[in-house]
């Protein structure tokens, strides 16, 4: 059985059809598809401008696209279409993501800012928030506790308190993630999640993310320019050039795929 039919056993997390989008006369992307599959980590990868984090933003419904469907089936087996929701429902569906621009909250502490992610799944209301009963004063003590056990998971407990400006890029970086996880999603999307790290922070990076994976049974997609981290990493990998699908395959497949080495791997990659 080839990797191909083993891939196509697995159940879809999420799916794109043939997703177009235009920003005026600009072709941003033209009817591209993929699929993530249950507990897959899957790399989207192409040049500068491909439209790779437009889709992202397709997909987490920061845009709305011109057509095409972007479907995610829950963990019920619920089928949505994300492409009219607003982000916010996207999250509270169970998809994640964090942006190739850091984006955390600077004058917040470093536990503020997984607790202020955790709101989505509370359920307290805003007469909880002012009258603060037992049930809103325990629900709060629990995303304290839930925040600092990310934030030990992905080893930053020793600086929870710390003002979230004042931390290292790569722990900026890891504190995004562990927002993202924050959430509760069981699709995780992480955009450019080495960019700006040294080689020894994107190995412990790479490690992160497969704990990651196998430990929380969470689907990834990332976008990603590093690639011996795309290639020991992927289970698939989709190319993309000028807002199109060009390739997709094993990160064997697409090594060795002429298309790819053109387009994006170079030449010395052959």
Known sequence: MSALDGRAKLPVVLEIRNLSMRFGGLM????????????????????????????????????????????????????????????????????????????IFPSMTVLENVMVARHCRTKAGILGALFRPPTVIREERDIEEKSYALLKY???????????????????????????????????????????????????????????RDEAKLSILLIEHDMNMVM????????MEYGCNIAEGSPEEVRANPDVIQAYLGEAHA
């Open 154 to 212: 992905m080893g930053l407990e020793a600086v929870y308190d710390e003002d979230a400006c004042n931390l290292a890029y790569g722990q900026q970086r890891r504190l995004e993630i562990a927002r993202a996880l924050a959430t509760e999603p069981f699709l995780l999307l992480l955009d450019e999640p080495a960019a700006g790290m040294n080689p020894h922070e994107t190995e412990a990076l790479r490690g992160m993310i497969l704990r990651i």
């Open 232 to 239: 020991s990493l992927s289970d698939h990998i989709y190319v």
């Open 28 to 103: 941003a992307l033209s009817e591209v598809a993929l699929c993530v599959r249950k507990r897959e980590i899957v790399s989207l990868i192409g040049p500068n401008g491909a439209g790779k984090t437009t889709l992202f933003n397709c997909i987490t419904s920061i845009h709305q696209p011109d057509s095409g469907l972007v479907l995610l089936t829950d963990q019920r087996g619920t089928e949505h279409n994300l492409t009219r929701l607003r982000p916010h429902q996207v999250t509270g569906l169970g998809m994640a993501r964090t942006f190739q621009n850091i984006r």
